[in-house]
């Protein structure tokens, strides 16, 4: 039997048909793409967990109150970057080129955010940091420049820790302890100029590994430089290991550290002297709420089962730099009135107000400023049993 | 007092590397094989214990001893699912099957155990040992596990030098096929050495459980640094991979203590080549003699 060739041409003529009639209301209502590149596996999985969280309930509102440019949903496209700089430029060159998202959030560790924004630079496509704090990333010499971030800055937070140890400690002779990686170079080089700034000179500069075990022979040479604060940056296992190395040798000596202890049980991992670490925070879900601080625990207690309160949102930075950021960006394609790449980054320097967890957000980002998060914004907090609460609030 | 308290720490950092490289000093012996995810084989044995002591609720011994167990049975694992049939293939593929299968039970407890670090609590690893009233800054725990290992070493050293048993071990690497004819059991004893393997890696992961975080890639830098250690030491002499292992600690901690832990690694694996370059068959080690 023969298939007739007529048929055939008419199925298809009925396919094309039915396409074209599909394609007319589908443009209006076609989803925008926000693309996500960040660790969903290994260590720091929890908290690309917690972007992912932040980011998708201002989707879910924003999507409620209509979406954006006449009615387009937003739709979240996750990429595990497993924390390695190369997956990442691989898997953000897939969400540009086939899932053709508008806007690229990602890098929670700041190596794959320096390889992932050159690539949104040469391609026009807005970058928006939830997390990295490298410096460079934002000042990135590009012009024009698409990476935004809102997010701590490691040269704000680095002057922001020498002045609160100064403050709080009376601080004269720190010394540092710090990752051996890109994070922990950009620190260096951060406290070293704050510290060059207000003529202090540090006692020493000590380096560990992420999975060293015991760091008594770094911390004691600390010791015997006679340093009076320590300076600690670190994610929250190799952080834990300084805290339980110190409590071996008995050192009682302050600690002001960025916010690596946050990623994780800290307490746990770090025993009785945790709570004895300052760390920086730009949001803490603790103490009094502002309007839009209730209303997202309650939307989170609502959407995630393992949500029961504030305790479960952690690490709180990553769910309130996402919220924050995935509304600002929302703004930002609004004022474009398009997903072009370009609109979307001249879109951001038209953000007038909004009113964030982190902060009410006046002209965020102009051509010269890409971070939204400033010195004043930060939170100084500490952990009390298993809890992240500003300093004194207790 | 900064040295004496680095030599301590490095003491016991070096008997972990040590007895890690124990578990590639017994496969290599038996079979000229090695599980290059032992590592893995030591997470396996962190994770275990933890799940049953704090998880379950179990008590100590019993939790360490199935822990333990379990860890045996990936051994035998290891060896029938990525060393066997490339071995009677005549392939060496098992060098990245054996790394296949570690990246594979990595992230098989990531999917189970979840992905934050955990802390394993031991009596052992409270209160830090003071002498006069001066704090060492090391936990008794820490001095417990030089013993462990220079006592399993021992044991090593003795069965296959002093047993029957521990002979044949041996011949059958010398040559296979005789050993067969001598009426040697090569199939169980080249399982039974990756057992032993996976065994020691699970010992030294439950003594290093305390001290470190819990999580599922704890095992990668000690994998690394125990296989360093069991070339240094000559991967031929149970003695040698274990002295290996504490100089490889010792050096590392006294690096730390006098030039800044900027200089660790550089000086540390700088070293190692060097003691290489001087001792091809490593510290410890003997030339390969093929009697014929």
Same mark, same amino acid.
């Given at each position: 039997?023969?298939?007739?060739?007529?048929? !055939?041409?008419?199925?298809?003529?009925?396919?094309?048909?039915?396409?074209?009639?599909?394609?007319?209301?589908?443009?209006? *209502?076609?989803?925008?793409?926000?693309?996500?590149?960040?660790?969903?596996?290994?260590?720091?999985?929890?908290?690309?967990?917690?972007?992912?969280?932040?980011?998708?309930?201002?989707?879910?509102?924003?999507?409620?109150?209509?979406?954006?440019?006449?009615?387009?949903?937003?739709?979240? &496209?996750?990429?595990?970057?497993?924390?390695?700089?190369?997956?990442?430029v691989v898997a953000a060159r897939e969400?540009?080129?086939?899932?053709?998202?508008?806007?690229?959030?990602?890098?929670?560790?700041?190596?794959?955010?320096?390889?992932?924004?050159?690539?949104?630079?040469?391609?026009?496509?807005?970058?928006?940091?939830?997390?990295?704090?490298?410096?460079?990333?934002? /000042?990135?010499?590009?012009?024009?420049?698409?990476?935004? $971030?809102?997010?701590?800055?490691?040269?704000?937070?680095?002057?922001?820790?020498?002045?609160?140890?100064?403050?709080?400690?009376?601080?004269?002779?720190?010394?540092?302890?710090?990752?051996?990686?890109?994070?922990?170079?950009?620190?260096?080089?951060?406290?070293?100029?704050?510290?060059?700034?207000?003529?202090?000179? +540090? %006692?020493?500069?000590?380096?560990?590994?992420?999975?060293?075990?015991?760091? =008594?022979?770094?911390?004691?040479?600390?010791?015997?430089?006679?340093?009076?604060?320590?300076?600690?940056?670190? *994610?929250?296992?190799?952080?834990? /290991?300084?805290?339980?190395?110190?409590?071996?040798?008995?050192?009682?000596?302050?600690?002001?550290? @960025?916010?690596?202890?946050?990623?994780?049980?800290?307490?746990?991992?770090?025993?009785?002297?945790?709570?004895?670490? @300052?760390?920086?925070?730009? #949001?803490?879900?603790?103490?009094?709420?502002?309007?839009?601080?209730?209303?997202?625990?309650?939307?989170?207690?609502?959407?995630?089962? *393992?949500?029961?309160?504030?305790?479960?949102?952690?690490?709180?930075?990553?769910?309130?730099?996402?919220?924050?950021?995935?509304?600002?960006?929302?703004?930002?394609?609004?004022?474009?009135?398009?997903?072009?790449?370009?609109?979307?980054?001249?879109?951001?320097?038209?953000?007038?107000?909004?009113?964030?967890?982190?902060?009410?957000?006046?002209?965020?980002?102009? +051509?010269?400023?890409?971070d939204a998060v400033q010195a004043n914004? #930060?939170?100084?907090?500490?952990? =009390?049993?298993?809890?992240?609460?500003?300093?004194?609030?207790? | 007092?900064?040295?004496?308290?680095?030599?301590?720490?490095?003491?016991?950092?070096?008997?972990?590397?040590?007895?890690?490289?124990?578990?590639?000093?017994?496969?290599?012996?038996?079979?000229?094989?090695?599980?290059?995810?032992?590592?893995?084989?030591?997470?396996?044995?962190?994770?275990?214990?933890?799940?049953?002591?704090?998880?379950?609720?179990?008590?100590?011994?019993?939790?360490?001893?199935?822990?333990?167990?379990?860890?045996?049975?990936?051994? !035998?694992? &290891?060896?029938?699912? %990525?060393?066997?049939?490339?071995?009677?293939?005549?392939?060496?593929?098992?060098?990245?099957?054996?790394?296949?299968?570690?990246?594979?039970?990595?992230?098989?407890?990531?999917?189970?155990?979840?992905?934050?670090?955990?802390?394993?609590?031991?009596?052992?690893? /409270?209160?830090?040992?003071?002498?006069?009233?001066?704090?060492?800054?090391?936990?008794?725990?820490?001095?417990?596990?030089?013993?462990?290992?220079?006592?399993?070493?021992?044991?090593?050293?003795? !069965?296959?030098? $002093?047993?029957?048993?521990?002979?044949?071990?041996?011949?059958?690497?010398? *040559?296979?096929?005789?050993?067969?004819?001598?009426?040697?059991?090569?199939?169980?004893?080249?399982?039974?050495?990756?057992?032993?393997?996976?065994?020691?890696?699970?010992?030294?992961?439950?003594?290093?459980?305390?001290?470190?975080?819990? @999580?599922?890639?704890?095992?990668?830098?000690f994998g690394l640094k125990a296989f360093?250690?069991?070339?240094?030491?000559?991967?031929?002499?149970?003695?040698?991979?274990?002295?290996?292992?504490?100089?490889?600690?010792?050096?590392?901690?006294?690096?730390?203590?006098?030039?800044?832990?900027?200089?660790?690694?550089?000086?540390?694996?700088?070293?190692?080549?060097?003691?290489?370059?001087?001792?091809?068959?490593?510290?410890?080690?003997?030339?390969?003699?093929?009697? &014929?």
């Open positions: 039997m023969t298939r007739s060739p007529f048929s !055939l041409g008419r199925r298809h003529l009925l396919a094309a048909g039915l396409a074209l009639a599909a394609a007319t209301p589908a443009l209006a *209502n076609e989803p925008i793409k926000i693309g996500l590149v960040t660790a969903l596996s290994g260590q720091s999985a929890l908290a690309g967990e917690a972007i992912t969280r932040g980011m998708q309930v201002a989707i879910d509102e924003i999507n409620a109150k209509g979406g954006l440019l006449g009615g387009r949903k937003l739709e979240l &496209v996750r990429r595990d970057d497993e924390a390695n700089p190369a997956k990442g969400l540009v080129y086939r899932e053709k998202v508008a806007v690229v959030f990602g890098g929670l560790d700041t190596p794959v955010s320096m390889a992932i924004v050159p690539l949104m630079n040469q391609e026009k496509v807005p970058f928006m940091g939830p997390w990295a704090a490298g410096t460079g990333i934002t /000042q990135n010499g590009a012009k024009p420049n698409f990476a935004f $971030r809102v997010s701590a800055v490691d040269e704000i937070v680095d002057v922001g820790m020498l002045a609160y140890a100064q403050k709080t400690f009376k601080t004269a002779k720190p010394g540092l302890i710090l990752v051996n990686n890109p994070w922990g170079e950009s620190n260096e080089k951060g406290l070293k100029a704050a510290m060059a700034a207000k003529g202090v000179t +540090p %006692a020493g500069v000590e380096k560990f590994e992420a999975n060293d075990v015991d760091m =008594v022979p770094q911390l004691s040479r600390l010791k015997a430089a006679g340093a009076d604060t320590l300076f600690m940056v670190g *994610n929250v296992g190799p952080s834990a /290991q300084v805290v339980k190395s110190l409590e071996r040798m008995g050192w009682k000596v302050p600690i002001v550290s @960025h916010w690596g202890p946050a990623g994780g049980r800290f307490t746990e991992l770090a025993g009785a002297m945790a709570k004895d670490v @300052h760390f920086v925070q730009t #949001y803490s879900f603790f103490g009094k709420q502002s309007p839009v601080g209730e209303r997202v625990i309650k939307a989170m207690v609502a959407k995630y089962p *393992n949500v029961k309160g504030p305790g479960d949102i952690s690490p709180a930075v990553g769910v309130a730099n996402a919220y924050d950021a995935m509304h600002l960006t929302a703004l930002a394609i609004q004022a474009a009135g398009s997903t072009k790449g370009d609109d979307i980054r001249q879109g951001f320097y038209k953000i007038d107000k909004f009113e964030g967890l982190i902060k009410t957000y006046t002209k965020p980002f102009t +051509p010269e400023v890409h914004d #930060y939170v100084w907090a500490q952990f =009390v049993d298993n809890r992240i609460v500003p300093v004194g609030l207790n | 007092m900064l040295v004496l308290s680095a030599l301590v720490s490095g003491l016991g950092l070096g008997s972990m590397y040590g007895l890690m490289a124990l578990g590639f000093y017994v496969t290599y012996a038996v079979s000229g094989t090695v599980n290059f995810a032992q590592g893995s084989s030591m997470m396996l044995g962190a994770v275990l214990t933890y799940t049953f002591a704090q998880t379950l609720g179990w008590p100590g011994y019993a939790a360490v001893l199935l822990a333990l167990a379990l860890c045996a049975c990936y051994g !035998l694992l &290891v060896e029938w699912l %990525a060393v066997r049939p490339f071995v009677n293939r005549g392939s060496d593929a098992w060098l990245m099957a054996t790394v296949a299968l570690g990246i594979v039970l990595d992230n098989l407890v990531m999917a189970t155990y979840g992905k934050e670090p955990r802390s394993l609590p031991s009596p052992l690893a /409270q209160a830090p040992l003071e002498v006069g009233g001066l704090g060492l800054g090391v936990y008794p725990l820490q001095l417990v596990i030089p013993v462990v290992g220079l006592v399993l070493a021992a044991l090593l050293h003795y !069965l296959s030098r $002093r047993t029957r048993w521990g002979t044949a071990m041996l011949a059958v690497v010398q *040559n296979r096929a005789a050993a067969r004819l001598m009426g040697i059991p090569i199939r169980r004893a080249v399982g039974l050495a990756f057992a032993l393997s996976a065994l020691f890696a699970g010992i030294a992961g439950v003594l290093i459980a305390p001290l470190m975080n819990v @999580h599922s890639d704890m095992g990668t830098l360093a250690v069991a070339i240094l030491g000559g991967i031929t002499s149970a003695w040698g991979v274990m002295i290996a292992g504490l100089i490889f600690g010792l050096v590392e901690a006294t690096i730390t203590a006098t030039l800044g832990s900027g200089y660790t690694q550089i000086v540390t694996f700088a070293l190692v080549i060097a003691a290489l370059a001087w001792r091809p068959n490593g510290l410890f080690g003997r030339a390969e003699v093929k009697k &014929v």
